[in-house]
């Protein structure tokens, strides 16, 4: 067995006080890892087209005195509720829809079925958690219980991010949402952290055809925007009666292009235009002293990326593209992007030391890594100070998104563990693997009792 075991479904749902561990577990490590992803890939007789639809579970790995506790549950979205109900895919995915009647076609204009299935990426906002996907619906969910709570707050738009940062002025959010209908609008918007808290629409860029959109970055005074040039008619999104994500086109003649624009609401810079590429995921940006923004982001030649993440490719072993990491450096005086590749090692699914260097320059970035020949199968970690990399790897292991977790005392940026679910194929179980972020020596591991389905994204919540 290899990563295949990767995308098939976990029914099972569970509460185990102690994992076994192997090696130590930090003492000081005190709060929880929760994650999300896919974990169910069919309904009834149909199965799901991507990686991106399967039903999300949430998974809680706990912390305590060297010990680690596990448990894990379906999301209750209304979506998996749907399906649960009525034994059929009920809302659409990124890749799925349901069977529907023209009839009921042609309603879903007018109120579209918008699918809440936070499969993606998860958020604390103030002492709320909720599960993300990029439609403007997150669901609440108690971290202890994992229950899930109803719609966690509004998004002002049609389309958004599961990776909003942290707005450091007072602990809420910042994120991007695409606001489509007749006229559309890339916006970015801050949501405090009180429950009482409404969004802010803090900047916006109208825009004719909008781009995919998974990512963004942030400087501290701007937002920063990468048009790729794999683009949606919104049109056609209302009206193709085809799948989500089979609407966007790529198109490279377009360019990629980046637009600053002020997080105060005022200028915007922009758009600057480069070569034609792909990416899910920023990494990180600031600006230098000149004005010049830093943006790194991990980036494809093109979208071949969404095709090969068919649930179809990756369980006959297909190889993804390789990722790189890639430093644009965006000046606004003369209107120029420059790029250039910082390491060789291919690397996604990025993680910084996020609470000391968001907005700020950093040295490290840890990722997923592939040798080219088939899924994620090591952990990388990128020094920029030298441009070189290490990575952990293991036969027939496959690693998800390792999630830095810095030292209470840290002593500099780095200093902290790597937190990683590493489905082990020989096994068919997975690991949690406890790593030195600094050198990736192994610290520890914990080990699952059965195989989690690989997921997207994590965070580690200290207080939990
Ligand atoms: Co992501």
Same mark, same amino acid.
């Given at each position: 067995?290899?990563?295949?075991? $990767?995308?098939?479904?976990?029914?099972?749902?569970?509460?185990?006080?102690?994992?076994?561990?192997?090696?130590?577990?930090?003492?000081?490590?005190?709060?929880?890892?929760?994650?999300?992803?896919?974990?169910?890939?069919?309904?009834?007789?149909?199965?799901?087209?991507?990686?991106?639809?399967?039903?999300?579970?949430?998974?809680?790995?706990?912390? &305590?005195?060297?010990?680690?506790?596990?448990?894990?549950?379906?999301?209750?979205?209304?979506?998996?509720?749907?399906?649960?109900?009525?034994?059929?895919?009920?809302?659409?995915?990124?890749?799925?829809?349901?069977?529907?009647?023209?009839?009921?076609?042609?309603?879903?204009?007018?109120?579209?079925? @918008?699918?809440?299935? $936070?499969?993606?990426?998860?958020?604390?906002?103030?002492?709320?958690?909720?599960?993300?996907?990029?439609?403007?619906?997150?669901?609440?969910?108690?971290?202890?219980?994992?229950?899930?709570?109803?719609?966690?707050?509004?998004?002002?738009?049609?389309?958004?991010?599961?990776?909003?940062?942290?707005?450091?002025?007072?602990?809420?959010?910042?994120?991007?949402?695409? &606001?489509?209908?007749?006229?559309?609008?890339?916006?970015?918007?801050? @949501?405090?952290?009180?429950?009482?808290?409404?969004?802010?629409?803090?900047?916006?860029?109208?825009?004719?055809?909008?781009?995919?959109?998974?990512?963004?970055?942030?400087?501290?005074?701007?937002?920063?925007?990468?048009?790729?040039?794999?683009?949606?008619?919104?049109?056609?999104?209302?009206?193709?009666?085809?799948?989500?994500?089979?609407?966007?086109?790529?198109?490279?003649?377009?360019?990629?292009?980046?637009?600053?624009?002020?997080?105060?609401? $005022?200028?915007?810079?922009?758009?600057?235009?480069?070569?034609?590429?792909?990416?899910?995921?920023?990494?990180?940006?600031?600006?230098?002293?000149?004005?010049?923004?830093?943006?790194?982001?991990?980036?494809? %030649?093109?979208?071949?990326?969404?095709?090969?993440?068919?649930?179809?490719?990756?369980?006959?072993? !297909?190889?993804?593209?390789?990722?790189? @990491?890639?430093?644009?450096?965006?000046?606004?005086?003369?209107?120029?992007?420059?790029?250039?590749?910082?390491?060789?090692?291919?690397?996604?699914?990025?993680?910084?030391?996020?609470?000391?260097?968001?907005?700020?320059?950093?040295?490290?970035?840890?990722? &997923?890594?592939?040798?080219?020949?088939?899924?994620?199968?090591?952990?990388?970690?990128?020094?920029?100070?030298?441009?070189?990399?290490?990575?952990?790897?293991? !036969?027939?292991?496959?690693?998800?998104?390792?999630?830095?977790?810095?030292?209470?005392?840290?002593? $500099?940026?780095?200093?902290?563990?790597?937190?990683? @679910?590493?489905?082990?194929?020989? %096994?068919?179980?997975?690991?949690?693997?406890?790593?030195?972020?600094?050198?990736?020596?192994?610290?520890?591991?914990?080990?699952?009792?059965?195989?989690?389905?690989?997921?997207?994204?994590?965070?580690?919540? !200290?207080?939990?």
């Amino acid at each position: 067995m290899g990563s295949e075991l $990767g995308f098939e479904t976990l029914e099972r749902e569970t509460r185990i006080e102690a994992l076994p561990v192997e090696g130590e577990i930090p003492e000081w490590l005190g709060g929880s890892l929760l994650r999300t992803g896919p974990a169910k890939f069919e309904v009834g007789t149909r199965g799901m087209s991507h990686w991106f639809d399967g039903l999300a579970m949430l998974h809680r790995f706990g912390f &305590a005195g060297g010990r680690v506790s596990y448990a894990n549950r379906f999301l209750e979205s209304r979506a998996y509720r749907a399906a649960a109900e009525t034994g059929e895919i009920s809302y659409s995915e990124f890749a799925t829809d349901p069977c529907r009647s023209l009839f009921k076609r042609a309603m879903s204009l007018f109120r579209p079925a @918008l699918s809440d299935n $936070g499969n993606v990426n998860l958020v604390q906002l103030g002492e709320r958690f909720a599960a993300m996907t990029e439609t403007p619906i997150p669901v609440e969910f108690d971290p202890e219980t994992l229950a899930a709570a109803g719609v966690a707050w509004e998004v002002p738009g049609t389309l958004t991010t599961a990776h909003p940062h942290l707005d450091r002025a007072n602990g809420g959010m910042l994120n991007y949402a695409a &606001a489509l209908g007749p006229r559309n609008h890339y916006r970015f918007f801050g @949501l405090g952290p009180g429950t009482g808290d409404e969004p802010r629409v803090l900047a916006t860029l109208p825009t004719r055809e909008p781009a995919y959109m998974h990512s963004f970055g942030l400087t501290e005074r701007w937002f920063v925007l990468a048009e790729y040039p794999f683009v949606v008619n919104p049109l056609a999104l209302a009206l193709s009666g085809r799948p989500y994500i089979e609407n966007y086109r790529w198109k490279p003649e377009r360019g990629t292009r980046f637009t600053l624009l002020a997080r105060d609401g $005022g200028e915007v810079l922009g758009p600057f235009e480069t070569d034609a590429c792909f990416g899910f995921h920023h990494v990180n940006a600031y600006a230098e002293p000149d004005g010049t923004v830093v943006a790194d982001v991990c980036t494809f %030649a093109d979208a071949e990326i969404v095709e090969s993440l068919y649930l179809g490719n990756l369980r006959n072993g !297909a190889a993804i593209p390789a990722p790189e @990491l890639t430093r644009f450096t965006i000046s606004p005086g003369p209107g120029t992007v420059t790029s250039e590749r910082l390491i060789a090692d291919p690397i996604d699914l990025p993680r910084i030391d996020y609470g000391r260097c968001n907005e700020r320059p950093h040295r490290y970035v840890w990722g &997923a890594g592939t040798d080219g020949t088939g899924f994620f199968d090591r952990i990388v970690r990128a020094d920029l100070a030298d441009r070189s990399s290490t990575t952990w790897s293991e !036969a027939d292991c496959w690693p998800g998104e390792p999630v830095f977790v810095s030292r209470p005392d840290a002593s $500099g940026e780095g200093d902290g563990v790597l937190l990683s @679910l590493v489905l082990d194929g020989a %096994a068919g179980t997975t690991i949690l693997l406890v790593l030195d972020a600094r050198t990736l020596d192994e610290i520890g591991r914990a080990q699952v009792p059965h195989h989690i389905p690989f997921g997207f994204h994590g965070q580690y919540a !200290a207080a939990v």
